[in-house]
């Protein structure tokens, strides 16, 4: 699909009547799509699971992040590529601290600025709110050719401040290479056929698991031998560990060493059984 151009203020104006910015959950769409931005390094576009759409990531950094927010159980909505609009807004707060307001290239024309995700958090108390972040590398924070981006992200944190949101900027330093590699894995499984939702499986599945601690087993050993005992098939004992680790029934170490199947059964804790989460969920 072509990207889009912007040449004039009426542009603007016709993506956003056309819902460009807007929508949340999943109806909302993003200012900037893949299609629509030259790509540098790599860009994603990743069906979520968390809102279910299609999400579109501009490098492989706001991958790692977005894999870390549909991990957390507190973040309820992701948003990416959310505009900082009026444009005037953030234009005053530009001239008011003296930075030169960016504009569309070969144009004039303000260019619409974004942040790179505005999410929607529970809270202990059970409210909700808004937080955004900015996805940096390090190395674009620091040294020579810093000062204008440091310039862009002021103007974007100034904004979310008189809007009384929270902004910060997340940088590569926030995870690990394990946590990644272990969730883009993890999440293929943040769903089960219905045949393998039945909660006594997977009251009986942990108990299993709880049984093999006494042996040196691998992890593929060990989902064999359970899948032998409860009568399922090899992969489907692999989705059910998978799918428990994901939903955090299952709480073990994903930043400090990959996940593989021919590894050491990892040490785990039952965070809750099943029946237990189910019921919550009923009563939430």
Same mark, same amino acid.
């Given at each position: 699909m072509r990207g889009r151009r912007f040449?004039?203020?009426?542009?603007?104006e016709r993506h956003i009547a056309n819902g460009f910015g807007g929508g949340a959950g999943a109806s909302y769409v993003p200012w900037l799509r893949v299609q629509d931005v030259p790509s540098i390094g790599r860009s994603h576009k990743i069906q979520g699971v968390t809102v279910e759409r299609i999400h579109h990531l501009l490098s #492989? +950094?706001?991958r790692s992040y977005f894999l870390v927010c549909?991990?957390?159980?507190?973040v309820v909505d992701i948003r990416e590529q959310y505009p900082l609009l009026p444009t005037e807004r953030a234009q005053a707060i530009a001239n008011s601290i003296g930075v030169r307001y960016p504009r569309y290239p070969k144009t004039t024309l303000p260019y619409v600025m974004t942040t790179d995700f505005l999410l929607t958090v529970r809270e202990l108390n059970g409210n909700f709110k808004s937080v955004a972040r900015t996805v940096k590398y390090r190395s674009d924070l620091v040294g020579k050719g810093c000062k204008r981006t440091l310039e862009k992200l002021e103007v974007e944190r100034r904004f979310w401040q008189s809007q009384g949101v929270d902004w910060n900027i997340v940088?590569?330093?926030?995870?690990?290479? #394990? +946590?990644?590699?272990?969730l883009g894995m993890l999440r293929k499984y943040a769903r089960l056929p219905r045949d393998l939702m039945r909660i006594?499986?997977?009251v009986n599945f942990i108990e299993c698991l709880e049984g093999s601690k006494d042996y040196q087993w691998t992890l593929a050993t060990c989902l064999r031998k359970i899948a032998s005992h409860l009568s399922m098939s090899y992969?489907?004992?692999?989705?059910v560990f998978f799918y428990l680790v994901w939903n955090k029934v299952l709480k073990i170490d994903l930043v400090s060493a990959p996940l593989f199947l021919t590894s050491l059964v990892p040490d785990f804790e039952v965070f809750q059984?099943?029946?237990?989460?189910?019921?919550?969920?009923r009563k939430s």
């Open positions: 040449a004039s203020q009426q542009d603007i #492989d +950094l706001e549909e991990f957390s159980e507190d940088t590569e330093e926030f995870f690990t290479p #394990d +946590l990644i590699k272990n006594p499986l997977h992969i489907d004992a692999q989705r059984m099943p029946l237990q989460a189910s019921l919550q969920e």
